[in-house]
């Protein structure tokens, strides 16, 4: 299994900006597709964005197109969540994980990391 590592989250007003990363501990993180998950709090995790192993396919919530971009360096063994026009509805701990295939459900994720917090303020 690989190990992941969030990092990046923190306070931010509305319209800002933060970017995520997970860093593997493994280079077999590179075989992976990977996905970002969202939780807030009272709420059940939500699909955010993904990312295929190969060629950079990506998929994204209807919420976050046009805002989130995700990305991944593999010779990092790391992924990336820019997140611009930060909402107050964005607050949630971020998680992101890995998947054999391109998905978007989390039962499809093997290993996931610890989350990191992202609030927005109005």
């Known amino acids: 299994q690989v190990q992941l590592v969030e990092s990046g989250g923190g306070l931010v007003q509305a319209g800002g900006s933060l970017r995520l990363s997970c860093a593997a501990s493994s280079r077999t993180f590179r075989s992976y597709s990977m996905g970002w998950f969202r939780q807030a709090p009272g709420k059940g995790r939500e699909f955010v964005a993904a990312?295929?192993?190969?060629?950079?396919?990506?998929y994204y919530a209807d919420s976050v197109k046009g805002r989130f971009t995700i990305s991944r360096d593999n010779a990092k063994n790391t992924a990336y969540l820019q997140m611009n026009s930060l909402r107050p509805e964005d607050t949630a701990i971020y998680y992101c994980?890995?998947?054999?295939?391109?998905?978007?459900?989390?039962?499809?994720?093997?290993?996931w990391g610890q989350g990191t917090q992202v609030t927005v303020s109005s």
């Open positions: 994980a890995t998947s054999s295939r391109l998905a978007k459900v989390p039962d499809d994720f093997g290993s």
């Open positions: 990312i295929s192993w190969g060629f950079g396919a990506t």
